[in-house]
């Protein structure tokens, strides 16, 4: 019996309906194989991976490959977008068994949930050197039976090997000038100056790494970083990766030249892009980055939003084409007949110059990814204004197509990064309405995901809370939200709502020396307690929550709170030097620890003249809070005592315990926070 249908994860409830016998992670799985004495099949996805919804067609649809999983394993299936800590802990064990990991993760199971086997995709029949996943499965029935010893013995050797990996915070010394210029000497290296971005193909944005690039360049005025981050988020923004007629990011880029998505849409990646984009403009005023930051917000507002406020986890790569197939991309390329049949022949002549639609192609069966191909032809007002009328006709008509599925369930750490998205995006640029939707998301997480104990659930859906325990993750990403949400609105229940969520962070997910952990001490026990402080593609866990406790810190003086950062931040000493391109965010806190973080107090009217200044400012993590009236100093610390100046609204600037004499100048201000 398939037990998916009374689940809440969409991607499981595509499950629901196969022949195999699903079960949702739980202790009944388990209990169950130890019932019927056969092995686990653990299967970890989720609902925008192409290469899952290939496997499932392919496998896990087909009566005589379910009937053979039915009859010797009990088959599990995760969504790892609502169990980190599961996914972490199995990743883990196939990444130093086999070098590479990815989705969807197949791991064979004892019924102690010791994993001894592993693998990602498996094909119907073997191809290009991989076996067929029938002779998979029937291989580790054949070990299972035969071999149990062995099995047992694998089994042992890998969790005691995970457990030995345990981190401590003194893995480095908290990370200063020296480390910080190590990092972006290691970037240079990795640098691609032909194309912008990091590495070769496939080609992930790389968001926390460029936040970093602009602290370091805002600290210190190192042109290099500046350049760096400018022209790799010009080459994203004028490639194929970038939606041009909706706006938002795909997840990355097949090649080097940004040119071919592969064309999931994820709210984290267009959350953490939407900011690096605004905060360019802030540091150069370009237009185009203006622009992106823009249609990214109004992207995910428009198309990521839910019914209840929050935001949806993801849009799927893959939709209905023209003749009814379900294939990647569908929905988002065109070919010159396409743009001839909207635009006519003369604008389809001028579109397909400008995004580079050929009659080859630069996709699949001679249709092309949209990109700008026609350098400086923005800046040009004419074309501009036929470029706008073009994309405007072009949108309409894709809004006919169908639409890649829509995965609803709202993650507690995604909403964070989109709330504090949101919130800047809006203030820098006049868009209240967008300042409400980070409110009204925020809104949802504190009556919803934390509920009567200030405890975070990870998920929801249509409301209804999920099950499962929100990770360290959700609550360093969820606190990052509503501290720039409070330097945003001036509503210091934002700043409360945060410091409830740190408390949990140093009560709970702390260890005695100081360290991190992904999961609670009270949380579910899996085979390790996960523990992962490199960023992918979300800030961790561990530099999520240093980031946040940091500007806590800096916001109320609890030394407790910049203890615990400090300390948090010595893993950064140690790898940021080495691998800069996987700890982004936490070179991106350590930027903020070593410019202060200045601490900038607003005696004046929330969204008046010195508040908007104060936004604006460059340094590194900077806290701002803003009020006006005798109880403004009781909904935020840095008010307290801190008067307007003869009436009229004035400012102040702190940084390691040294405060500048106030003012009620902007340009003075701005000079201050290097705006």
């Known amino acids: 019996m398939n037990r998916l249908a009374g689940v809440t994860s969409p991607y499981l409830l595509q499950h629901a309906d196969n022949p195999v016998d699903w079960w949702p992670w739980g202790p009944e799985a388990f209990e169950e194989a130890k019932r019927r004495d056969v092995p686990v099949l653990l299967s970890v996805g989720y609902s925008a991976c192409h290469w899952c919804h290939v496997m499932a067609h392919e496998s896990f649809e087909d009566a005589t490959v379910a009937g053979y999983l039915n009859a010797h394993f009990v088959p599990v299936k995760v969504d790892r977008e609502e169990r980190p800590d599961v996914d972490a802990v199995y990743m883990e064990a196939v990444q130093a068994a086999t070098g590479q990991g990815g989705w969807p993760m197949t791991v064979f199971l004892t019924a102690d949930a010791e994993p001894f086997y592993f693998g990602t995709y498996f094909p119907p029949e073997p191809r290009h050197g991989m076996p067929s996943f029938q002779q998979v499965l029937e291989g580790v029935v054949a070990a299972w039976t035969d071999r149990r010893d062995e099995v047992a ?157 929050g935001f949806a986890s993801a849009l799927d790569a893959d939709s209905e084409d023209a003749q009814g197939r379900h294939v990647e991309g569908a929905f988002y390329v065109w070919t010159p007949a396409q743009l001839r049949e909207v635009l006519g022949e003369e604008d389809a002549a001028f579109a397909a110059a400008h995004f580079g639609v050929t009659e080859e192609g630069t996709f699949e069966e001679g249709s092309s990814v949209l990109r700008l191909v026609r350098a400086g032809a923005e800046d040009e007002a004419e074309d501009a204004v036929r470029v706008a009328g073009v994309r405007s006709r072009l949108f309409a008509a894709r809004e006919l197509r169908a639409r890649p599925e829509r995965d609803d369930k709202v993650v507690a750490a995604w909403n964070g990064l989109a709330i504090a998205a949101l919130a800047e995006t809006g203030a820098y640029f006049g868009r209240p309405d967008l300042v409400e939707r980070a409110t009204e998301a925020a809104d949802l997480l504190v009556r919803v995901h934390m509920g009567d104990v200030a405890r975070l659930c990870r998920t929801s859906k249509d409301g209804r809370a999920g099950d499962n325990a929100g990770v360290l993750e959700d609550y360093g990403d969820v606190a990052e939200g509503f501290l720039a949400l409070a330097s945003v609105t001036g509503e210091g229940a934002w700043l409360e709502f945060a410091g409830f969520l740190l408390d949990i962070v140093l009560e709970r997910f702390t260890g005695e020396g100081g360290q991190l952990y992904d999961t609670a001490d009270d949380a579910e026990r899996l085979i390790r307690r996960p523990q992962d402080p490199t960023d992918s593609a979300t800030p961790a866990g561990w530099t999520a929550a240093s980031g946040a406790l940091l500007s806590y810190a800096a916001h109320t003086g609890s030394e407790a709170h910049r203890t615990a950062a400090e300390g948090a931040l010595g893993i950064v000493g140690a790898l940021g030097p080495k691998a800069p391109r996987f700890i982004g965010w936490g070179l991106a806190v350590a930027e903020a620890l070593l410019d202060g973080p200045r601490e900038v107090a607003v005696a004046g009217p929330v969204g008046g003249e010195l508040h908007r200044t104060a936004l604006l400012g460059r340094s590194p993590g900077a806290v701002v809070a803003a009020g006006e009236g005798p109880d403004a100093g009781t909904e935020f610390p840095l008010l307290v005592d801190r008067p307007s100046m003869g009436g009229e609204p004035a400012a102040y600037v702190c940084r390691h315990f040294v405060c500048d004499a106030p003012t009620t100048d902007a340009e003075e201000l701005a000079a201050k926070l290097g705006a």
């Not at 640098?191 to 210190?220: C, I, N, Q, W």
């Not at 004028?238 to 990355?252: M, V, W």
């Not at 880029?253 to 998505?261: A, C, N, Q």
């Open 153 to 309: 013995e694998v089994a042992g050797r890998i969790v005691r090997d995970l457990a030995s990996r345990s981190l401590t915070a003194g893995e480095g010394a908290v990370p200063g000038e020296a480390e910080l210029a190590q990092a972006l000497l290691r970037l240079t290296r990795d640098y691609d100056e032909k194309h912008g971005g990091f590495g070769g193909a496939p080609k992930f944005p790389p968001s926390m790494v460029l936040e970093f690039l602009l602290r370091h360049h805002a600290r210190t005025g190192a042109e290099g970083a500046l350049q760096m981050a400018a022209d790799s988020c010009a080459a994203m923004a004028r490639g194929g990766i970038y939606d041009q007629l909706g706006g938002g990011f795909a997840r990355y880029s097949v090649d080097r030249e940004w040119i071919v998505p592969h064309f999931e849409k994820m709210l984290y990646d267009n959350a953490l892009l939407c900011r690096v984009y605004a905060h360019l403009w802030r540091a150069t005023g370009s237009d185009l980055a203006r622009r992106v930051a823009l249609e990214t917000a109004d992207f995910m507002v428009r198309e990521l939003r839910t019914a209840e406020g």
